[in-house]
């Protein structure tokens, strides 16, 4: 499954190329320092980027979701409508 690169919307790339918002694990106090996440396109990529300057960061990898998208109301829906229209 393509989606939109958080870095180059214009750009598409893979899933399995992308952070995933479900997957990330950390303790409080991360979560805490950084305030979350920000409400943008990509906040998951956001929130690692910025982790990634003041703490140790892992990636793991080894498969921790199931991504069942069947909804005209997710964003990526919305997003493929856009870039399928173009």
Same mark, same amino acid.
Request: proline residues 3%; hydrophobic residues 35%; contains cysteine.
């Given at each position: ?27 409080? @106090?991360? !979560?805490? =320092?950084? *305030?979350?996440?920000?409400?943008? +396109?990509? %906040? ?8 990634? @300057?003041? !703490?140790? =960061?892992? *990636?793991?990898?080894?498969?921790? +979701?199931? %991504? ?19």
């Amino acid at each position: 499954m393509l989606i939109p690169d958080a870095r180059n919307p214009e750009k598409l790339i893979h899933i399995e190329k992308c952070i995933i918002g479900a997957t990330i694990f950390g303790i409080k @106090k991360v !979560f805490e =320092t950084m *305030k979350g996440f920000r409400d943008i +396109y990509g %906040y998951d990529y956001d929130f690692m980027r910025r982790c990634r @300057k003041k !703490f140790r =960061t892992v *990636k793991c990898d080894l498969p921790t +979701y199931i %991504y069942y998208r069947n909804s005209g109301d997710s964003i990526l829906s919305k997003k493929k409508l856009l870039y399928d229209s173009k």
